[in-house]
């Protein structure tokens, strides 16, 4: 059996998973209609602690932790009193010291804002005060210093579901997302910004449901891979980015919910008899959240009650090389990198006549190193083994970027 299931124990909304058993977290959330327990749609790591986003009205014992918690040494608490006065709220993210909470709201602890507030140093502020983001938001996230942000919205001025900030202004990365769509997810990896949503082909995208932008085009990442309806998420784990969504793969019957990149290989994993809105992972394990049982209704299967787990080592059901998409902008060449793989000295030459900066990245984007143009040789050394990505952004924002395995 692929997934396996998990013993029954009353939590309300939220646990966690040590010394091979659940624990409850103080009471759980709490709803004013009796024996309803309202959805927890989101944590983060926040600052050490676990930050929570959902439909409840309290948690634990804190009757001010509405719509959102912090689960500090042991107990639940607000952040900031009453920080949502109504409305929905979808997501978090966390940038740097800052934590985004996003949904459809016009307040947070009294400070008026607009489907999006960031809490800083114990205080609330409106993430945006030069455009208005209707509707909501349910991302952000930074990729190439620039900060992104998705949703199901219309800014004043009129664009939709995923924008950047530019200076004080937002825009649309390249043609922006077509048709009548919305991210429900972002992430960085591999020196691409990944987007999984509700957006199609037949609407003039270059694919359906999963996208990634490398800063100057939209691509069609897994050729192999059809999405139908929409991707629900992403999330690292060991350096591989894995992914859900309803999925047709060529060569295999049915459709599949769960694949896993790993920056050369595509792999298809969990059966074509399983379904999931989102997967997570420790060290070791992928987690998926599904229905009482495995299948839900289309399917049935074994009872799980509602999240299943499997070894990420797993035997998986498919692979491809990926080899169409995933690419460097045409005509643009590939930095020269060598030795590639290299052990601790990596040698190249500034690409353009004008100057720049070099930006080394991990196999997940983040930036690790950032060193002037004048340089023609990094040190390696001490890096450990794996991927990495050296970007040259020269001063007009052109880009070159190249891979290399530090052995």
């Known amino acids: 059996m692929p997934f396996a299931g998990n013993e029954l124990l009353q939590v309300n909304g939220s646990t966690y998973w040590v010394d091979g058993e659940w624990h409850a977290m103080d009471q759980g959330v709490d709803h004013p209609y009796t024996g309803a327990v309202p959805a927890v749609i989101q944590s983060v790591n926040y600052q050490g602690d676990l930050v929570v986003v959902g439909e409840f009205d309290s948690i634990g014992n804190d009757f001010l932790a509405h719509r959102l918690a912090r689960w500090h040494e042991g107990q639940w608490s607000n952040l900031g009193t009453l920080p949502m006065d109504g409305g929905n709220t979808y997501g978090l993210s966390v940038i740097g010291d800052e934590l985004h909470l996003h949904g459809g709201f016009s307040d947070v602890a009294g400070v008026p804002v607009q489907n999006w507030a960031i809490y800083q140093n114990g205080q609330w502020r409106a993430a945006d005060t030069t455009g208005v983001f209707n509707w909501s938001t349910k991302e952000a996230i930074m990729y190439q210093d620039q900060l992104y942000v998705g949703g199901n919205f219309e800014t004043q001025d009129g664009r939709n579901d995923l924008v950047r900030k530019v200076g004080d202004a937002w825009e649309e990365p390249g043609p922006g997302l077509k048709g009548d769509c919305y991210v429900a997810d972002l992430e960085v990896y591999d020196g691409l910004l990944w987007v999984a949503g509700y957006f199609f082909s037949s609407a003039g995208n270059p694919a359906t449901g999963i996208m990634a932008w490398d800063g100057q085009q939209w691509l069609d990442p897994f050729p192999q891979m059809e999405l139908y309806g929409w991707g629900r998420s992403f999330t690292i784990a060991n350096g591989d980015l894995y992914m859900c969504g309803f999925m047709t793969v060529d060569g295999l019957p049915g459709t599949y919910q769960i694949a896993r990149y790993d920056g050369e290989q595509l792999c298809i994993l969990g059966g074509n008899q399983i379904v999931t809105p989102k997967v997570t992972a420790s060290e070791d394990t992928l987690y998926a959240m599904t229905c009482q049982q495995m299948g839900c209704n289309e399917f049935g299967g074994p009872v799980v009650n509602h999240l299943m787990k ?97 052995q």
């Open 310 to 406: 499997r070894p990420l080592l797993d035997a998986v059901d498919t692979c491809f090389n990926v080899v169409v998409g995933v690419r460097e902008v045409a005509p643009m060449l590939p930095l020269r990198l060598q030795p590639n793989p290299v052990e601790a000295t990596l040698q190249t030459p500034w690409p353009f006549t004008t100057p720049g900066t070099w930006v080394l990245l991990n196999s997940a984007g983040q930036v690790l190193r950032r060193l002037p143009s004048t340089i023609t040789t990094l040190d390696v050394a001490a890096l450990s083994p794996g991927l990495y990505v050296l970007r040259a952004v020269e001063e007009r924002g052109t880009t070159r970027s190249g891979r290399f395995v530090k």
